[in-house]
């Protein structure tokens, strides 16, 4: 018989302007796998930071084991047993795996003060395999994927003498076979006693693993499904407190608009081979492919975020040449990066300023001066439409919830009126209300004119918004499937054919 491992009681937190819990209770086993769910906002990770030591408590109390406990750093909770992977990836990008891996946790040559780097690297490569997963001891982090990276934080959770996972949104930026081989390294470890919390707002994966779920909503308990007997429908009315109609906008239109955007021969160092598609008005295109395809890459170099080795973009016909993002702005395109801490927000900033921060030259008062009462007006708008939640617009953005911080960025790049909007990965860490407002939101722009060029690792996300289906297997494009002959099937027979020749159906 399982017995408890830990009991939050009463937990409350507040933070300025936002009650983030109040008086919530959870309870997990030995060896149990626990998904935690509930919309942006309901203090899933607010609640799994308190319990890490990361925040410390209000009111109500925490039994490690049967015995009242406070972690007062993170550090003591790592010494008792629990890690958390954050949603947001917490490691120094400038380092090398090895050093991500063992920072503070370094090995020593026995008796000497030098590290013992052969039996790090044999560490490393251990857990590595365990994963199932190659990767490069000798490049910087920061230059490897969002994929790579977050398995790299998986292990080094796995570092530890382990007695409960913590992970928010581990599967987010994993394509359908790594989260195979993550769910099977979750199994493996629930079968060696340690216990899991799975938070993730991809709810076929949370039915596929998990014992039990357990659901917040606006900070308090809502309370508890069983996968094995329960719904999907009934885990969103727990979640959001009403029925949503459909989970995904399906797509039925067809385009027949006139060719906005050509890509020949794009190429370029590490990823991107050979790229080769056109972007209709009205248009989406979705862009599917294993982690390591190079979809983000190709988009970057479209944009001139990367340099590329060849390869031209033709808009309305002609040839543009565009060497930097500000190039791609003036020209009409836009673009949601996958990474919005680094690559998409200022933290330190408002949301107001985060938010119009694309746009300074639409909100000039006589030309030359910013206007604080347009800034407000187009944030209000924005906040509105995308139900962000937030105490005010100067609310500093560091502080919204990851699903909150991403609508912020889709707004910011709404605001500029593009005519082309590149999207890689928009829904990533945001929870299913939200998720099902954006898709209506890009199904909508779509129908307005606006080409879509749809960059997702959610293959029911391609299938349900994209007029076509772009599949690029190894840095080169594979196929370009219509709506009637895209499937899960053929998308992943795509993504996975070695052979160099593309398919054009």
């Given at each position: 018989m399982a017995s408890t491992l830990f009991e939050m009681r009463g937990i409350c937190k507040a933070f300025p302007g936002v009650r983030a819990l109040n008086n919530v209770d959870l309870t997990?086993?030995?060896?149990?796998v626990v998904g935690l769910l509930g919309e942006n906002g309901a203090g899933?990770?607010?609640?799994?930071?308190?319990?890490?030591?990361?925040?410390?408590?209000?009111?109500?109390?925490?039994?490690?084991?049967?015995?009242?406990?406070?972690?007062p750093t993170i550090q003591e909770a790592n010494r008792a047993g629990i890690s958390l992977i954050f949603q947001e990836l917490n490691n120094c990008p400038?380092?090398?795996?090895?050093?991500?891996?063992?920072?503070g946790r370094e090995r020593f040559i026995k008796g000497l003060p030098l590290l013992n780097y052969s039996a790090m690297r044999a560490k490393a490569l251990e857990l590595f395999d365990y994963l199932g997963i190659t990767v490069d001891l000798d490049k910087e982090i920061g230059?490897?994927?969002?994929?790579?990276?977050?398995?790299?934080?998986?292990?080094?959770?796995?570092?530890?003498?382990?007695?409960?996972l913590i992970m928010d949104e581990p599967t987010?930026?994993?394509?359908?076979?790594?989260?195979?081989m993550l769910f099977k390294v979750i199994r493996e470890l629930k079968a060696r006693g340690i216990s899991i919390i799975f938070i993730s707002h991809k709810l076929n994966e949370v039915f596929e693993i998990t014992d039990r779920v357990v659901v917040l909503r606006d900070g308090e308990n809502a309370g508890e499904i069983d996968p094995r007997t329960d719904t999907m429908e009934q885990l969103i009315n727990l979640m959001v407190g009403r029925e949503l109609s459909t989970m995904f906008t399906r797509r039925s239109n067809d385009v027949q608009g006139a060719e906005v955007m050509r890509v020949e021969h794009l190429a370029g160092p590490p990823r991107v081979l050979e790229v080769d598609f056109d972007l209709r008005q009205g248009e989406i295109l979705g862009v599917a492919g294993l982690i390591g395809a190079g979809r983000t890459e190709m988009a970057r170099m479209i944009i001139g975020a990367d340099r590329k080795s060849r390869g031209q973009v033709f808009i309305d016909g002609k040839l543009v040449h565009i060497k930097s993002p500000r190039d791609a702005v003036r020209a009409g395109i836009a673009y949601l990066p996958e990474d919005r801490k680094r690559q998409a927000l200022v933290l330190p900033m408002s949301v107001r300023e985060?938010?119009?921060?694309?746009?300074?030259?639409?909100?000039?008062?006589?030309?030359?001066?910013?206007?604080?009462a347009k800034e407000n007006a187009v944030t209000d708008s924005y906040v509105t439409?995308?139900?962000?939640?937030?105490?005010?617009?100067?609310?500093?953005?560091?502080?919204?919830?990851?699903?909150?911080?991403?609508?912020?960025?889709?707004?910011?790049?709404?605001a500029t009126k593009p005519r082309i909007l590149i999207l890689d990965e928009p829904t990533r860490g945001i929870d299913v209300a939200a998720k099902a407002e954006v898709h209506r939101m890009i199904s909508a722009l779509a129908d307005q004119g606006v080409s879509i060029l749809l960059i997702s690792s959610e293959l029911p996300e391609v299938l349900a918004l994209s007029d076509r289906v772009m599949v690029m297997h190894e840095g080169r494009v594979k196929a370009i499937l219509d709506r009637?002959?895209?499937?899960?099937e053929s998308i992943m027979n795509a993504a996975l054919v070695t052979e160099a020749s593309e398919v054009q159906v």
């Open positions: 997990v086993q030995t060896g149990e899933k990770s607010t609640l799994m930071k308190v319990l890490a030591g990361v925040y410390k408590q209000e009111s109500g109390e925490v039994l490690w084991l049967g015995q009242p406990t406070r972690f400038n380092l090398k795996p090895l050093d991500n891996l063992f920072l230059l490897m994927s969002t994929a790579i990276q977050q398995m790299i934080e998986i292990a080094k959770a796995l570092l530890t003498d382990v007695k409960l987010s930026s994993l394509s359908d076979k790594e989260t195979a985060n938010l119009t921060l694309s746009i300074h030259s639409l909100v000039l008062r006589m030309g030359l001066f910013i206007s604080r439409q995308l139900d962000i939640k937030i105490a005010d617009r100067e609310q500093v953005i560091n502080n919204l919830s990851g699903g909150n911080q991403q609508k912020v960025v889709i707004a910011k790049w709404l009637a002959d895209a499937t899960q």
